[in-house]
């Protein structure tokens, strides 16, 4: 229970309830205080090394895991990992401005190398994944080799990014003649045109037609590992800007992001209006793979659907996969989570990136601590003791 909160240090007290019954094993916890603090990212190894903090959970970078396991074979230390559930991805706002077409937002994915950005990042520690999924999931682990057949895994090739940017219309330059260099540009119709150019970039020629150009805004997340990364391998890329896109970037912190992803008037009006094409970030998958309302065709639930992606079949499937499906009915819903990935797959209303392994380090005062993607610090620190 609350012991004490200070929000100007950003520490919170723990102590030992002592009316707690224990958890579903009947563990009651031995370590009576528990000290939850904020540490600098840049020096939190540091911080262990001291003794400020015994316990560091969540490393996922490579350097920082690198770090970590030397620490590790100097002793003093124990490490453990898990494959998270969660997955990096590229989010897109698909009801305006050139992300609105299915095959710009599938040409973005052919121009980003997701291998190459893994293993920069990660190090060995994380894998590409084609749909919203942890590969620690059962429903991954036995549908694998199905998965691989029916998703697209979207290997880096610009030519297939080209060549998807010309059958759906970019093959114009900003006069209207036939592309030849620079940015792309598609004719477009008064409605296309009418669901969002924030920017004013859209031109209208004296015959009346409409043209929109293949700029994407970028609302890049301030202090995430794989933002200078995508910003090297897509965005600055010469391969982009020689498939006749231009993507522009604003980095902004965490908080004010998520503001931009929400689309909600409540912080501010000016979130809920198209600004940002996409944004980079990870989500946190749970135990349960629930969906629901995700993509909702319904305008009154319209703040659940964060991505304004709206598809009869990608709703249906991401609604049925609990509501009226047999809670015994594992084959069933498993064959439905594959059908609702392939769906994700193909209108990518985000580019996920990659599951990543988590690793944490701490003193090795502390033991039996195990924690596993469904039994988390908060559960596994019940079941520890100091030594």
């Not at 309830?17 to 094993?25: C, Q, V």
């Not at 840049?42 to 400020?52: I, W």
Request: glycine fraction near 6%; include cysteine; charged fraction near 25%.
């Amino acid at each position: 229970k609350f012991k004490n909160v200070d929000l100007t240090a950003q520490v919170v007290e723990l102590t030992v309830d002592p009316m707690y019954k224990g958890n579903f094993e009947g563990y009651k916890p031995s370590i009576e205080n528990v000290v939850i603090k904020y540490v600098n990212t840049a020096t939190m190894l540091d911080s262990l090394k001291t003794g400020e903090v015994t316990l560091i959970e969540g490393l996922n970078t490579g350097e920082m895991i690198n770090a970590a396991l030397d620490l590790e074979t100097g002793g003093g230390y124990n490490t453990t990992s898990y494959l998270a559930l969660q997955y990096f991805k590229l989010f897109f706002q698909c009801d305006w401005g050139p992300q609105q077409f299915i095959p710009v937002r599938q040409a973005v994915a052919y121009l980003l190398d997701r291998e190459g950005l893994v293993n920069t990042i990660m190090q060995g520690y994380g894998s590409v994944v084609d749909a919203p999924i942890s590969k620690e999931y059962w429903m991954y682990k036995e549908s694998e080799e199905e998965m691989m057949e029916r998703l697209n895994a979207y290997t880096f090739n610009v030519d297939k990014a080209v060549e998807l940017l010309v059958s759906d219309g970019w093959i114009y330059d900003e006069t209207g003649n036939d592309y030849v260099s620079g940015i792309r540009w598609k004719q477009v119709t008064q409605e296309e045109y009418d669901r969002g150019d924030p920017d004013n970039r859209c031109k209208k020629l004296d015959d009346g037609t409409i043209l929109m150009p293949l700029v994407l805004t970028w609302a890049a997340y301030e202090g995430n590992a794989a933002t200078e990364s995508i910003d090297i391998l897509l965005a600055q890329a010469k391969t982009t800007e020689e498939a006749g896109m231009k993507i522009e970037r604003t980095t902004m912190a965490g908080a004010e992001l998520l503001k931009y992803l929400n689309r909600s008037p409540a912080p501010g009006e000016q979130y809920a209006q198209p600004t940002y094409s996409f944004l980079n970030l990870s989500t946190g998958l749970k135990t349960i793979f629930d969906q629901t309302y995700r993509f909702t065709l319904d305008p009154d639930l319209i703040l659940n659907n964060k991505n304004r992606c709206f598809d009869e079949e990608l709703d249906r499937l991401s609604m049925e996969m609990l509501i009226g499906m047999d809670p015994e009915d594992h084959e069933g819903f498993r064959k439905m989570w594959v059908d609702y990935n392939e769906r994700f797959n193909y209108l990518l209303p985000e580019i996920p990136l990659y599951n990543v392994e988590l690793y944490t380090i701490y003193s090795d005062h502390i033991q039996g601590y195990e924690v596993t993607p469904h039994f988390t610090f908060y559960d596994a620190i019940v079941e520890a003791w100091w030594e």
